[in-house]
């Protein structure tokens, strides 16, 4: 079965850098958008960045944007999210997500999700 496991979340300070990864397998990675989207704490999950099979076109949610790098190695079946500039308010469990074949921000149509993992940035 299809599974993503995501690592390299923490505590960092505000101002700066994290890397997380996601792992996937039990899919042909190299045929599927990959996305990531952060879940805080009393909010809904929201989208914040999404890849192409390649790797060529990238998208962001506009509270990202310039900070966060999405990309992927489809010889790892990994996808990467470099995370700098981090302020407090991107405190969150950040999943990482497949399924669609074109970018979307739509998580409903993100079939297959990982556990999380939590990113905490103090001020």
Not at 42 to 62: C, L, P
Not at 89 to 101: F, I, K, L, M, Q
Request: charged share 15%.
């Amino acid at each position: 079965q299809v599974q993503l496991v995501e690592s390299g979340g923490g505590l960092v300070q505000a101002g700066g850098s994290l890397r997380v990864s996601c792992v996937a397998s039990g899919l042909t990675f190299s045929r599927y958008v990959m996305g990531w989207f952060r879940q805080a704490p009393g909010k809904e999950r929201e989208f914040v960045a999404a890849i192409t099979f390649s790797g060529g076109s990238t998208y962001y949610a506009d509270s990202v944007k310039g900070r966060f790098t999405i990309s992927r190695d489809n010889a790892k079946n990994t996808v990467y999210l470099q995370m700098n500039s981090l302020k407090p308010e991107d405190t969150a469990v950040y999943y990482c997500a497949t399924g669609p074949r074109i970018l979307t921000v739509d998580k409903g149509h993100y079939t297959y999700w990982g556990q999380g993992t939590q990113v905490t940035v103090s001020s």
